[in-house]
């Protein structure tokens, strides 16, 4: 077996708000819990104590009230535990929030410790499971927008068609929340701030911003984020209307019709005489 501690008595656990992600893939699908090759997150910070089983297709927590299941066999996915207060806390897999809950454990000087453990014990077939990194830390405010992807102002509507997420690049770690953003819109449908992400082999110091819709064509969408510079917080997107492509057949039809204007000025000359103003001489006999 192997694990990894990160407070184990008698060290502390470090102070909220507290995050932790850990990338994990087995060839084990649930139940097959003999096999031996699971994961687990034992997780007693504060006033929070909790657990979860991670198989190769699913995660589930202790009481199995809440899980994610039909993963893809044998693929990394990042669980993440957080807390803002060491009290209220979430569990989140690559994003998406399955379990949310209230700590009602011991003090937080009994016992503390976040353990992320495996079991190598693979007794049936050639099954394995494997990690690729345990990440943490703090979160952090005051942070400023460094830069946006893509940037803010105009989107060209072919490049950017159905647009419902963005990523900011702050100056230092940080996690913004739901409820640190708010949305304006010059008209239109107001698109709803769903998720705050980190992606995956991306810095802590982005942060991708997941809509419920993309952003409505022909309008500016607003987005400011909470505690920050009031004159770097925001990001505007305007999606243009796009003008409907001219086409090929189009244009040749145009240029046809050109032609032919020309041919019929230049035979209604021919048969109504010579241009004005030039003489001619009478044929003699």
Same mark, same amino acid.
């Given at each position: 077996?192997?694990?990894?501690?990160?407070? +184990?008595?008698?060290?502390? =656990?470090?102070?909220?708000? #507290?995050?932790v992600e850990w990338r994990f893939a087995s060839s084990s699908p649930i139940p097959n819990t003999q096999s031996g090759c699971n994961g687990s997150t034992h997780v007693r910070f504060w006033r929070i104590s909790t657990t979860t089983h991670l198989h190769g297709d699913a995660v589930v927590s202790a009481d199995g009230g809440s899980s994610v299941m039909e993963l893809q066999l044998e693929q990394f996915y990042t669980l993440r535990f957080e807390t803002l207060d060491g009290l209220s806390f979430s569990f989140a897999l690559d994003g998406d929030i399955f379990l949310t809950g209230v700590g009602q454990g011991? =003090?937080?000087?009994?016992?503390?410790? !976040?353990?992320? =453990?495996?079991? $190598?014990?693979? +007794? #049936?077939? /050639? /099954?394995?499971?494997?990690?690729?990194?345990? %990440? #943490? $830390?703090?979160?952090?405010? &005051?942070?400023?927008i460094l830069s946006a992807t893509p940037p803010g102002g105009f989107l060209h509507p072919e490049?950017?068609?159905g647009i419902d997420r963005f990523t900011i690049t702050f100056d230092q770690p940080a996690f913004v929340h739901i409820d640190d953003i708010a949305v304006t819109v010059s008209g239109?449908?107001?698109?709803?701030?769903?998720?705050? %992400?980190?992606?995956?082999?991306? &810095?802590?110091? +982005?942060?991708?911003?997941? !809509?419920?819709?993309? !952003?409505?064509?022909g309008e500016t969408t607003t987005f400011t984020f909470a505690g920050l510079d009031p004159e770097a917080n925001t990001?505007?997107?305007?999606?243009?209307?796009?003008?409907?492509?001219? =086409?090929? #057949?189009?244009? !040749?039809l145009g240029f046809l019709s050109l032609v032919l204007a020309a041919a019929w000025v230049?035979?209604?000359?021919?048969?109504?005489?010579?241009?004005? $103003? %030039?003489q001619t001489e009478t044929p003699r006999p």
């Amino acid at each position: 077996n192997y694990h990894y501690w990160i407070a +184990q008595s008698p060290t502390p =656990s470090p102070e909220p708000p #507290f995050w932790v992600e850990w990338r994990f893939a087995s060839s084990s699908p649930i139940p097959n819990t003999q096999s031996g090759c699971n994961g687990s997150t034992h997780v007693r910070f504060w006033r929070i104590s909790t657990t979860t089983h991670l198989h190769g297709d699913a995660v589930v927590s202790a009481d199995g009230g809440s899980s994610v299941m039909e993963l893809q066999l044998e693929q990394f996915y990042t669980l993440r535990f957080e807390t803002l207060d060491g009290l209220s806390f979430s569990f989140a897999l690559d994003g998406d929030i399955f379990l949310t809950g209230v700590g009602q454990g011991a =003090s937080p000087a009994q016992n503390p410790y !976040l353990q992320f =453990s495996g079991l $190598g014990a693979c +007794q #049936f077939g /050639k /099954k394995w499971n494997k990690w690729d990194y345990i %990440r #943490f $830390g703090r979160m952090t405010t &005051g942070e400023t927008i460094l830069s946006a992807t893509p940037p803010g102002g105009f989107l060209h509507p072919e490049t950017y068609a159905g647009i419902d997420r963005f990523t900011i690049t702050f100056d230092q770690p940080a996690f913004v929340h739901i409820d640190d953003i708010a949305v304006t819109v010059s008209g239109g449908d107001m698109p709803v701030v769903t998720k705050t %992400r980190r992606n995956d082999g991306h &810095g802590p110091n +982005q942060m991708e911003i997941v !809509l419920d819709r993309p !952003l409505t064509v022909g309008e500016t969408t607003t987005f400011t984020f909470a505690g920050l510079d009031p004159e770097a917080n925001t990001v505007a997107y305007t999606l243009a209307i796009q003008i409907p492509a001219t =086409s090929h #057949f189009v244009i !040749l039809l145009g240029f046809l019709s050109l032609v032919l204007a020309a041919a019929w000025v230049h035979r209604h000359r021919t048969i109504t005489g010579t241009p004005a $103003g %030039r003489q001619t001489e009478t044929p003699r006999p």
